[in-house]
């Protein structure tokens, strides 16, 4: 019924930037909050950052200043521009999309996406 296809990822140098997008896709109204999340090697899945329709944000401790989450509600997409890039923010990242309305009427809840590697050099 939705899909969440995430793009932008790649292997970049300590202190440079990569552009992260997701679109969803499907019958959709409406989606609620949209979300970054991500998961290093041996570590738990952690929140980067959300954002809901409404445009409030939240974001982890470890980026924030460097990252900005944003979102097109026209398109259902969100992005993450991830500036100032170290090596401890290598890991998949993973969008998620939670509280999609669709047009007939039923709300979804806790979509993700595949992920995207993000690979940071040192």
């Known amino acids: 019924q939705v899909q969440l296809v995430e793009s932008g990822g790649g292997l970049v140098q300590a202190g440079g930037s990569l552009r992260l997008s997701c679109a969803a896709s499907?019958?959709?109204?409406?989606?609620?909050?949209m979300g970054w999340y991500r998961q290093a090697p041996g570590k738990q899945r952690e929140l980067v950052a959300t954002i809901t329709s409404g445009g409030s944000t939240n974001y982890a401790d470890s980026v924030k200043g460097r990252f900005t989450i944003s979102r097109d509600n026209a398109k259902n997409t969100v992005y993450l521009q991830m500036n100032s890039l170290k090596p401890e923010d290598t890991a998949v990242y993973y969008c998620?999309?939670?509280?999609?309305?669709?047009?007939?009427?039923?709300?979804?809840?806790?979509?993700w996406g595949q992920g995207t590697q993000v690979t940071v050099s040192s």
């Open positions: 499907g019958s959709i109204f409406s989606i609620n909050a």
């Open positions: 998620n999309a939670d509280r999609i309305r669709l047009r007939v009427g039923v709300l979804l809840y806790d979509y």
